[in-house]
C-alpha cells in the first residue's frame, strides 16, 4: 500500500521524506499502534537506533510479550529467523 502526501503538504513541514516518514513512525508507536520491529522499519533505521530515537524524545520503550510475538513473526517473514 502507498501513501500519497501532496508536495505542498511535505514542504510546509519543512522535512525531508525520511524525516518525515520517521516521525509517523515514532507517533504511531507512542501511540502503540505499531511495535518497535515495525516502527523501526517504518522508519527504515536499525530497531536501536529506533530505540535512541525515542530515548532522546523520553518516550518510553513499551514491549510486551504480544510484542515479542509480533516481531518474531515479522523476522520470520523476512526469512531472517
Not at 501511540?31 to 533505521?45: F, I, M, P
Amino acid at each position: 500500500m502507498s501513501l500519497t502526501i501532496p508536495d505542498e503538504i511535505i514542504q510546509s513541514t519543512r522535512m525531508t521524506i525520511p524525516e518525515l516518514t520517521q516521525e509517523i513512525a515514532i507517533m504511531l508507536f507512542q501511540k502503540e499502534k505499531l511495535t518497535l520491529g515495525q516502527a523501526s522499519r517504518l522508519a527504515d533505521v536499525s530497531q536501536f537506533q529506533f530505540q535512541h530515537l525515542i530515548s532522546a524524545r523520553q518516550i518510553p520503550l513499551h514491549y510486551d510479550e504480544n510484542d515479542l510475538k509480533d516481531d518474531i513473526a515479522t523476522l520470520k517473514e523476512l526469512g531472517r529467523l
